[in-house]
């Protein structure tokens, strides 16, 4: 059960929220999983368990698709016009705004990460991106073409993939529910969306809210549960598209099963982004940059920037003032509204980081910060920043993704070296450069092989940028027009006339 101290330190919205009963939403129904199985979410800050969600088994899944199919062939929502499903989207936007403070609030509690940072990031991003979406279905346009046949009229109509099964991960569980949701329904889909076992308090806060402001029952439904119910989401026939983000592994089977079943597949996957500083580089600026690349969110981004590359003239310098700025970090429960860094988001992800940094060690990597759990005593899974200075990108950490504060920094000599070490990773979702030289910036923009190269600012998002990766690091792009595409077909009309 709650602790006291625990909901005690929430706004009366967010603790009502988090108290009542949780359920899966299938339509318009808020039901218990089918045989009863439940999950527990728990405080990283703490350990202590913050509530109870159904864990979805193989009925509920068929139970949601064929809510989600209902609701794509024969509900409202299919004849509902473009200029009406903009008006939900935007109205769903409006009332997670309305509700910044519950949700920061619940993803604080849940996820343990800081509160100011899940309210002007995670919700604030998420209004923003729904607001964006809420954009398109007015401008979703086919084309007439241009065909050789005379007396031909041909033209294509961009429809809607259809039933969208969406799997999220633990790090910005709303934000990422957003970047799954809003083009699904932008373009007119229907979705079963799956948060992870870890965070599922958002998501159904979030499938609340869309029944509240008039979205038809099955055009969102959210099924708690654990990567069981992910795999049921992936395997059913009804699933037209799949959309995951999360680790490369889980991906990997993601990816394969739905390509076997030949449905569209959209996956976001992990990283070991380079953060490459030029000689003449604002050092400040890129100390303070390289700093916020890996430690934000308590390094728990895909996007996070793992690999840090320094010239070897400055290299003492800049890991000096890391060192310093690591070691003043303020680390805490995420409803501290004093603290910088909050926990792991749980005890096996603690576990992993620090098996992590014990084989860094054990190979010759120079521990200079950090290096293991912090505030053991709050029962939280806490860990300090971690920095290690390494000769070159053959150790474990300097290649494996961690998903924990731990930065790994190393020296270079030359710019056709550190573009070969940057590029030497089966990962390619981002990679950054600090630079006051114009030209250096371009070239190295052209050369790194990511999805995304951020220059002289790390992280930069916006829900009209592409965002996606290139090798491992994943398979098509989220956000804007790209991103909106990914749920739409093309259907090609031949009228003889
Ligand atoms: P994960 O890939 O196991 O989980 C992500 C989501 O997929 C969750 O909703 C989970 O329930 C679901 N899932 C798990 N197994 C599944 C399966 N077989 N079929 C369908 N869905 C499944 O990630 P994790 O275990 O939470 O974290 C492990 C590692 O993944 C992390 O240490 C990190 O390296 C990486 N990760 C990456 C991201 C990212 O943003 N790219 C996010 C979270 C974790
Ligand atoms: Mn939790």
Aim: proline share 6%; net charge negative.
């Amino acid at each position: 059960m709650p602790t006291t101290a625990l909901t005690d330190r929430l706004d009366a919205s967010a603790r009502e929220f988090v108290l009542a009963p949780h359920r899966l939403l299938i339509g318009a129904a808020a039901v218990e999983a089918a045989d009863g199985r439940t999950l527990a979410s728990l405080d990283p800050s703490s350990g202590a368990e913050i509530a109870t969600v159904p864990l979805a088994g193989r009925h509920d899944v068929d139970r949601a698709v064929a809510a989600a199919r209902d609701a794509l062939e024969t509900g409202p929502w299919q004849r509902m016009p473009a200029a009406e499903r903009a008006r939900l989207i935007a109205a769903l936007a409006d009332a997670v705004e309305d509700h910044s403070d519950e949700l920061a609030e619940i993803e604080s509690l849940d996820n343990g990460k800081p509160v100011k940072l899940a309210k002007v990031v995670d919700v604030a991003d998420t209004v923003a991106y729904l607001r964006y979406f809420s954009g398109w279905p007015t401008k979703i346009e086919g084309g007439v073409l241009p065909v050789a046949a005379e007396r031909m009229l041909c033209y294509t109509r961009m429809e809607p993939v259809g039933v969208c099964g969406q799997i999220v991960p633990w790090n910005f569980p709303l934000l990422m529910a957003a970047w799954k949701v809003a083009p699904a329904l932008a373009a007119g889909c229907t979705v079963v969306l799956k948060p992870a076992e870890q965070t599922p308090l958002s998501a159904l806060r979030l499938g609340e809210l869309a029944l509240e402001v008039g979205f038809p029952p099955g055009v969102l439904n959210v099924l708690t549960g654990d990567g069981s119910t992910g795999a049921e989401l992936v395997e059913h026939p009804g699933v037209d598209k799949i959309g995951f983000t999360g680790s490369t592994a889980v991906g990997r089977q993601v990816g394969a099963k739905a390509s076997g079943a030949l449905k569209r597949v959209t996956l976001e996957l992990g990283g070991k982004s380079a953060n490459i500083i030029l000689p003449d580089a604002d050092v400040e600026a890129a100390v303070k940059g390289a700093y916020q690349a890996i430690y934000f969110n308590s390094g728990q981004a895909c996007n996070a920037g793992s690999r840090l590359y320094v010239p070897a003239q400055i290299f003492d310098e800049v890991l000096a003032a890391l060192v310093d700025r690591a070691s003043q970090a303020r680390l805490g429960p995420g409803l501290d509204p004093a603290t910088q860094l909050g926990p792991l988001i749980s005890a096996e992800q603690q576990e992993r980081v620090m098996r992590c940094v014990r084989q860094g060690e054990a190979e010759g990597a120079h521990l200079l910060a950090g290096g293991g759990p912090a505030l053991t005593e709050s029962g939280g899974w806490f860990f300090s920043p971690t920095l290690f200075a390494v000769e070159d990108d053959e150790l474990a950490v300097s290649r494996e993704e961690i998903f924990g504060p731990v930065l790994v920094a190393s020296a270079y000599e030359e710019l056709e070296e550190v573009v070969r070490r940057a590029n030497s990773t089966p990962y390619g979702l981002a990679a950054g450069v600090w630079t006051r030289d114009l030209s250096a910036a371009h070239r190295l923009a052209q050369m790194l092989k990511a999805g995304t190269v951020y220059v002289n600012r790390w992280g930069a998002s916006d829900p009209a940028a592409p965002f996606g990766g290139v090798k491992s690091s994943g398979v098509g792009r989220e956000h804007g027009w790209l991103g909106l595409q990914a749920h739409l077909e093309a259907k090609t009309v031949w009228v003889a006339l």
